[in-house]
């Protein structure tokens, strides 16, 4: 009776760590993986999903920096394929420099409340 009784447990733990790596991975389509790696290797199962998880998250972040730049008249950042800053409207030259502005503009620009 006492094996079965650890049996149990331990097909429990089994099944938190399968919930635990499915968690982790799902967001990126790879959920089952994730639940096989927790259900197989346990914690060690969920330490890897949760670095697989972490390096998609940063594979990501660059995508999505990789396809922006920054204005240079006011630092936001905006599309790539795009001229013109979605931030302040001003031209974005074609290597990612905003245009100067004139003495006109920037009085204009201040002088709005």
Not at 28 to 40: D, H, N
Not at 54 to 63: A, D, F, I, N, P
Not at 95 to 100: D, L, N, Q, W
Request: proline residues 3%; charged residues 20%; contains cysteine.
């Amino acid at each position: 009776m006492d094996t079965f009784i650890e049996f149990i447990v331990l097909i429990s733990f089994a099944i938190a760590f399968a919930i635990v790596g499915n968690a982790l991975l799902k967001k990126q389509g790879e959920g089952v993986r994730g639940g096989f790696l927790g259900f197989l290797l346990g914690p060690i199962g969920v330490a890897i999903a949760y670095s697989d998880k972490e390096s998609y998250e940063k594979e990501q972040l660059s995508s999505y920096n990789a396809k922006r730049r920054e204005c240079h008249v006011c630092g936001g950042m905006t599309l790539k394929r795009t001229s013109v800053c979605s931030n302040c409207g001003r031209e974005i030259g074609t290597y990612g420099h905003a245009e100067p502005l004139t003495n006109d503009e920037v009085l204009h620009d201040f002088s709005k409340p």
